[in-house]
């Protein structure tokens, strides 16, 4: 028999819109034809990856010496570590080793890792909402408790109510950035004003809360949007990212943790996430991959399509009168429900099925009142959906 509260999580139909949406997305496309659904479901990057990733891809491949796909440290191949840590010094500004960073099976695996490492029961995990569900999930897989600060209208940071929400229970604050769902790109203002008062409350209660920034998302940003150095700002700052949504790589599992060199417990973290990676069972990083990214995480890529896609759908949400929040990265815009509407986020995407239009509700993500589409998906799906929402939004 599993586990009741897994089989309460498997059931619960909040926690599971989003793979929900996008089988049912399956089916449709079989009954209907591909171009006559509009699955804006799930956040599935569709660019290929770039011309140095498949090229490092078939020199890996004609690797044939001796043990080539046998363990390795359990942290990862150092030279792999080391490309890494050059990407982190670039990205934040200040020196990395390979000591401060980690590899893991993809972003996901990184955050379990660091919450596993840091929790202990009933400690708090502090998240601006709304966020990225499966946080709830990763939390309370370690024993934490997930406390939700809501963010302002315009889905930045609301740093006094975060503050608010701190305890001498809270092992840490983790933020998206660019923010799935919203596609916030926070300033460097608030960055600033929320490590102030996580030194603040350290200073106070004498325990300084982990700023975990999980940032696959990161290389994907339009107009200008620069994602901050948080390194900058706050020792006790981690990194947990991927090469899943800026390589186009979701299915290779190759992600990391980067820990601030100048973190109060650097090494002893670095040793407890590596040891969280083995009895985690993720054991270490795919080996393949670490060699591929190791020739190729610098490769560079045009994500110009996802900003045009990004205006096109856009486009058509203002022609047929539903309000969203303009996304300054990642790929998505999170949209609130027609006032007009009287059911919940969720009855509103039951509706816009009916017209095979595919979207996530937005309680999934803490975001009650909204609904998620995902613009990775063809300029044809995006024009032909038109005729759909402004069907959808005359009943």
């Not at 498997?10 to 006559?36: D, H, P, Q, Y």
């Not at 408790?145 to 840490?172: G, H, R, W, Y």
Request: charged share 20%; proline share 5%; net charge neutral.
């Amino acid at each position: 028999m599993i586990a009741s509260h897994i089989k309460d999580l498997m059931t619960n139909k909040s926690a599971s819109a989003i793979r929900r949406m996008f089988e049912e997305g399956i089916a449709l496309k079989k009954k209907f034809g591909e171009k006559n659904v509009f699955d804006f479901s799930l956040g599935n990057p569709d660019l290929d990856p770039p011309e140095e990733v498949l090229s490092a891809i078939e020199e890996v491949a004609r690797d044939r010496s001796h043990g080539s796909h046998g363990y390795m440290p359990n942290a990862g191949y150092f030279e792999t570590r080391t490309q890494i840590a050059k990407k982190i010094s670039r990205e934040q500004g200040i020196d990395v080793s390979a000591e401060n960073i980690v590899l893991t099976a993809g972003a996901a695996s990184a955050l379990n890792c660091v919450l596993k490492a840091i929790l202990s029961p009933n400690d708090e995990v502090v998240v601006p909402s709304p966020f990225f569900a499966e946080y709830r999930h990763y939390v309370k897989n370690h024993g934490g408790v997930l406390v939700e600060a809501s963010s302002k209208s315009d889905f930045s940071l609301d740093i006094e109510k975060i503050a608010s929400l701190l305890s001498p229970k809270t092992a840490a604050v983790i933020i998206n950035n660019p923010n799935n769902p919203t596609g916030r790109v926070y300033s460097k203002e608030e960055i600033d004003s929320l490590s102030t008062i996580l030194k603040v409350h350290g200073e106070k209660t004498g325990r300084f809360p982990y700023l975990i920034c999980d940032e696959p998302y990161r290389a994907i940003v339009y107009d200008g949007a620069v994602v901050q150095s948080a390194f900058q700002f706050y020792n006790e700052t981690v990194i947990v990212s991927s090469f899943a949504k800026d390589l186009s790589l979701p299915g290779e599992r190759l992600g990391y943790v980067a820990i601030h060199p100048s973190c109060s417990d650097a090494a002893t973290l670095s040793a407890a996430v590596t040891f969280c990676l083995r009895v985690l069972g993720f054991v270490n990083a795919p080996a393949f991959f670490q060699k591929v990214i190791a020739k190729s995480w610098d490769a560079k890529v045009d994500y110009s399509s996802y900003k045009k896609r990004r205006n096109l759908l856009m486009g058509i949400l203002d022609r047929a009168g539903i309000a969203y929040a303009r996304p300054d990265g990642a790929f998505y815009l999170f949209c609130a429900v027609p006032s007009h509407f009287s059911g919940s986020d969720s009855e509103f995407c039951e509706h816009l099925k009916k017209f095979n239009i595919l979207a996530a509700p937005g309680t999934g993500f803490g975001g009650a009142g909204y609904f998620r589409l995902a613009y990775c998906v063809s300029e044809e799906t995006i024009v032909n959906s038109e005729k759909a929402f402004k069907a959808a939004m005359s009943f």
